[in-house]
């Protein structure tokens, strides 16, 4: 179908209802309720620049979400275009299998293995963050093969946690829904509570909490016996689970637990690396010392998939010196236009100084202007960190009250979103951001305010219903 270009308007218009029935004709979305979406029609993206994004209606809207967690450089990039396009016409795609390799994927480890902390020297490649997280599952076991405790078999995970959609993934991940379709969790996946203070704290003091949250783990380890348990995964920051931000004694703990018990520390980083917590990677900030990490996202901006697993010297050294062959990999493990995308996605971010630009600027002006937000009647907690922020929809204050859940206010607010040109997800009633590394403290401005107009709009609707 041919756009037809409007003078009026900064994106080509389409013919919605055309495009809305053919997507509802033949496109299976992920993690969608099919028959309500055809009834409704999807919101179709057509173009993006910068932080804001354009649908087939002509509507600009400002990307708080940075499409799902991994525009960080924004949209519109011609060096990254550049990149695919050079790879391509030199060399669009060979494997790393039988004993070869590409000139970006060797490129990509190098620097990849340059911005990880210290003790990290080598990467494995996947097409995802699931197949990162898959990879983190038979890694973690062969190791525990080479080194003669095959027993340990068990990995840690959290509820609420997400991971992934594959089979391994989804099992680490710990969402009720994704487990109860197709059998999961795999077996030896087992899920302890989030440190989440607002719904788990009861009262203690927020560090307090977040000791009483990781030992947890302890407990855990305790009861199925250390000698049986190979790895804890967590993120730093929990993304999909709403921005779940912990406690800050919460991840020294783990690495402590972790440590006394041999138990190997997996961080999945598939949204918190890449600068998204003004670090390179969330470790960093939350001070532990992974022996795996997971990324993906943000390691490309979203242009073209790419994930991985970079590998701890712990592990890497037994799988390399006493391993022999890792029965493990994917055609598209290091793809050469992928890698060197990332290879430029990763020049962008140094050039721009992004991950210094979000620890000293603007992660700290955001944290001042969302957090303000907890002023509003309907807000009953606004919280940051880096360029995440969460914010709990409540229908009383003091003492707080949450709404019931069949209500969803969560989706009435983030509808006012949308219809305002601001994309805020919803998670239950947690509303959560994610906005490119590239925003500026003007369109911060700009962000809280579309955000505080909507939060408005919805207590307004509310207040209709009778509902507070
Ligand atoms: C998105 C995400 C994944 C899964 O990555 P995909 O590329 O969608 O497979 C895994 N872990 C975390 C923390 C994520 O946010």
């Known amino acids: 179908m041919k756009p037809m270009e409007t003078a009026a308007r900064t994106a080509p218009i389409y013919d919605t209802a055309a495009l809305q029935r053919e997507d509802s004709l033949h496109y299976l979305h992920p993690f969608t309720d099919h028959k309500a979406l055809a009834a409704q029609g999807a919101r179709i993206i057509v173009r993006g620049e910068g932080i804001y994004v354009w649908d087939s209606e002509g509507l600009r809207i400002l990307d708080g979400m940075s499409g799902l967690w991994c525009v960080n450089v924004g949209y519109g990039r011609k060096e990254l275009a550049d990149a695919a396009y050079r790879q391509m016409m030199e060399l669009p795609f060979y494997n790393s299998f039988f004993n070869t390799a590409n000139v970006p994927a060797i490129k990509l480890a190098s620097a990849l293995v340059k911005v990880a902390p210290p003790h990290f020297e080598h990467v494995f490649y996947t097409g995802s963050g699931s197949e990162g ?55 030896n996946i087992v899920h302890i509570e989030q440190p989440y203070h607002f719904e788990n704290g009861h009262g203690l003091p927020i560090d307090e909490y977040g000791i009483v949250a990781a030992r947890r783990l302890e407990e855990r380890i305790l009861e199925l016996g ?51 917590l003004g670090h390179w ?52 493990s290091g793809h050469p236009v992928a890698c060197a995308v990332a290879l430029e996605n990763l020049a962008i971010i140094e050039r721009e100084h992004l991950v210094d630009k979000v620890r000293e600027d603007t992660g700290p002006y955001l944290k001042q202007q969302f957090e303000a937000l907890a002023d509003h009647p309907l807000v009953g907690l606004a919280e940051s960190c880096g360029l995440v922020a969460g914010l709990v929809l409540v229908k009383n204050k003091r003492p707080v009250e949450t709404f019931a859940e069949e209500l969803a206010v969560g989706m009435i607010c983030r509808g006012y979103m949308f219809r305002n040109g601001v994309i805020m997800r919803a998670v239950g009633d947690r509303m959560i951001i994610a906005p490119p590394l590239v925003i500026s403290r003007a369109q911060i401005d700009e962000m809280i305010g579309l955000i505080r107009r909507c939060l408005d709009q919805t207590r307004q609707d509310l207040k209709s219903r009778g509902w507070i």
């Open 133 to 187: 997280n898959d990879t983190v599952v038979r890694m973690v076991r062969r190791y525990w093969d080479i080194e003669g405790q095959p027993q340990r078999k068990i990995i840690i995970s959290r509820h609420n946690a997400y991971h992934g959609s594959t089979v391994a993934g989804a099992s680490l991940s710990g969402m009720k829904g994704m487990h109860a379709q197709g059998d999961l969790p795999i077996p």
């Open 281 to 332: 990677f969330g470790a960093q900030y939350m001070g532990i010392r992974p022996d795996l990490i997971t990324f993906a996202k943000g390691v490309s901006s979203g242009y073209i998939p790419l994930g991985g697993v970079l590998v701890g010297d712990r592990v890497a050294r037994t799988l390399i010196d006493k391993g022999g062959e890792f029965h493990h990999g994917f055609t598209y």
């Open 226 to 276: 250390p000698e049986r348990v190979a790895a804890f995964i967590g993120e730093p920051v929990q993304g999909a689970g709403g921005v779940i931000i912990p406690p800050p004694t919460y991840w020294p703990e783990i690495q402590r637990i972790c440590d006394r018990y041999g138990v190997l520390l997996a961080s999945d980083e598939v949204i918190c690396g890449f600068g998204r």
